[in-house]
């Protein structure tokens, strides 16, 4: 029997073939087609993210006041951390989120005094008189996706005005827990009645 080694080279790669298919292993194809000349390489497109996706998938949140009263800052502050859904951050590099609180409008004590000269007795005559002023306050919550800087929830309330420092204290504090609701809410959506 005469066999030529083209014959056996044959039916060597017949078998690894048949091996091959037998085992339902896959021949390996390469990951991308071959680059042609002169084309540039494919670019990855960003993925692009709704504000939803992003507080659904954050963990570490950075909380700052930015202007106003530090009761309402100190109420989100406690409230978020005690909802145990977020961990707390220093700096925004650890951030998935900022949460920026700040409040405007505040009561404050306007005190006015005059002098001047009666006509009557030539004599310097002073007066002061005293008022309180009330202006609005609000506190306004942002929270905003840390590397992109873009606000993904933003939500205001306003304070009931109170005349004694105590009851407007308390006032923010109320003001302040409701808005913490209504992000936590936004979240973590209470249940249909």
């Known amino acids: 029997m005469n066999i030529s080694a083209g014959s056996v080279a044959t039916a060597i790669l017949v078998a ?11 021949p390996q194809t390469p990951a991308q087609p071959p680059a042609t000349p002169g084309a540039l390489p494919a670019e990855k497109k960003p993925v692009i993210q709704s504000a939803s996706t992003r507080l659904a998938a954050a963990r570490n949140v950075l909380i700052r006041r930015t202007h106003g009263n530090p009761i309402p800052f100190e109420t989100i502050s406690t409230t978020v951390e005690g909802w145990g859904r977020f961990t707390l951050v220093e700096t925004p590099d650890k ?99």
Do not use: C, Y
């Not at 609005?136 to 009931?160: F, H, Q, Y």
């Not at 105590?166 to 006032?171: P, Q």
């Open 16 to 26: 690894v073939l048949m091996t091959g298919i037998s085992t339902g292993q896959q």
């Open 95 to 193: 951030a998935d989120l900022i949460i920026e609180v700040s409040s405007t409008g505040d009561s404050g004590v306007r005190v006015s005094s005059s002098s001047q000269v009666s006509a009557e007795t030539g004599h310097e005559e002073k007066s002061s008189s005293t008022s309180r002023v009330l202006t609005p306050t609000v506190i306004t919550m942002t929270v905003l996706d840390a590397r992109s800087k873009l606000p993904v929830w933003s939500g205001s309330e306003s304070v009931k005005s109170a005349m004694k420092a105590k009851a407007k204290e308390n006032n923010l504090v109320e003001a302040a827990e409701r808005l913490a609701s209504k992000f936590h809410d936004r979240l973590e959506p209470p249940p249909a009645k």
